[in-house]
């Protein structure tokens, strides 16, 4: 089922993509082709690819695939806005220049469809996490990034593999109270921000939740190479109104 041509916004994060993992990858084509063309706004809050070493590797055919389709997009009309997540958040403006899209910080405040709405991916909001928030405190410094990015493309990559295999065994050893956003912190985004709705990713945990009078809506992560398949996105219509939605469309 198409999305509807009144759709002001679709929202993604978490599809991680990587070349071992094809179904996946054609369900994003196919998300892009059939329901991207549909709106005005494409929001992709982070953790979009797996890992990304650098804006130097923007010609590896498999990022090359996903930048073209994410320009085909953007040159037919349909504004795309990219937040980086705990795994792409060395995206950078030459990836934003290739793609046709614009980068955001985080938290981010969107007015659409007369709905005051924060946008953040949202480990930072992990804040139980405090080994992972003192990493994310120093791999998003700008010298951190630099020296790191000064470094040879097959050596960055090599570091990216140990550090994510490093992150697997860890999250076994994690409980999922850990690994979730804190309430404390999501109050601090509402506060600061003055949303009455957030939408975030990272924790892949799909839900809508409520806080007083605020609603909080976790996006799905993508797996579509494992059983059972999972995958989705959020979508705002002309009048505001705020739908989740399964891999094929319909209401999640």
């Not at 759709?7 to 998300?31: G, K, N, V």
């Not at 073209?68 to 990836?95: C, E, K, S």
């Not at 405190?137 to 630099?146: D, E």
């Not at 939740?209 to 002309?238: C, F, M, S």
Request: with cysteine.
């Amino acid at each position: 089922m198409s999305t509807p041509a009144r759709t002001l916004a679709l929202f993604i994060s978490d599809l991680h993509l990587q070349e071992s993992h094809p179904r996946t990858l054609d369900a994003f084509f196919r998300f892009l082709e059939e329901h991207g063309r549909q709106t005005r706004q494409l929001y992709l809050l982070g953790d979009i690819f797996e890992y990304w070493a650098g804006d130097d590797d923007l010609d590896t055919p498999f990022n090359a695939r996903i930048v073209a389709a994410l320009r085909t997009l953007a040159d037919v009309g349909v504004a795309l806005f990219w937040m980086a997540g705990n795994r792409d958040f060395l995206v950078g403006q030459g990836f934003a220049d290739a793609a046709g899209l614009t980068l955001l910080q985080e938290p981010y405040v969107i007015d659409i469809g007369g709905q005051r709405i924060a946008l953040v991916h949202g480990d930072a909001e992990c804040t139980l996490d405090t080994k992972y928030m003192e990493f994310r405190a120093m791999v998003r410094q700008p010298a951190w990034q630099g020296q790191f990015l000064s470094m040879p493309l097959a050596q960055r990559k090599a570091i990216i593999a140990g550090l994510r295999e490093g992150s697997r065994e860890a999250h076994t050893t994690k409980s999922y109270a850990i690994m979730d956003v804190t309430p404390d912190a999501i109050e601090a985004v509402f506060d600061a921000t003055g949303a009455q709705v957030l939408i975030h990713g990272h924790t892949h945990r799909p839900a809508v939740h409520r806080h007083g009078a605020r609603l909080r809506y976790v996006l799905p992560d993508w797996e579509l190479d494992a059983e059972p398949a999972r995958g989705g996105w959020i979508a705002i219509d002309g009048d505001g109104a705020i739908q989740r939605c399964g891999l094929d469309g319909r209401p999640a």
